[in-house]
């Protein structure tokens, strides 16, 4: 059974991030986010979603790649 693309799959981009701590930690991760997120929305999401961030020094847009969408997982 052939499907489309699109039914099992969506979109998303790999962003690699860096940013302190308030107790000085460098934290150097890779993000999977959605495709249309603009750099100031992952900016936004790192301060909102991460505790006790005190600065973000590194935002690269690194890949763009495709995640399976959990909801067709049966």
């Known amino acids: 059974m052939w499907a489309m693309i699109e039914e099992y799959w969506k979109d998303d981009v790999i962003y690699y991030v860096e940013f302190l701590t308030l107790d000085g930690r ?32 590194h935002i690269d847009r690194w ?9 067709e997982i049966q």
């Open 26 to 57: 460098k934290i150097s991760k890779a993000l999977v986010l959605s495709i249309e997120y603009s750099i100031e929305e992952v900016k936004k999401i790192i301060l909102e979603k991460f505790y006790n961030v005190r600065a973000i020094n």
């Open 63 to 71: 890949e763009e790649c495709l995640s399976l969408k959990t909801d």
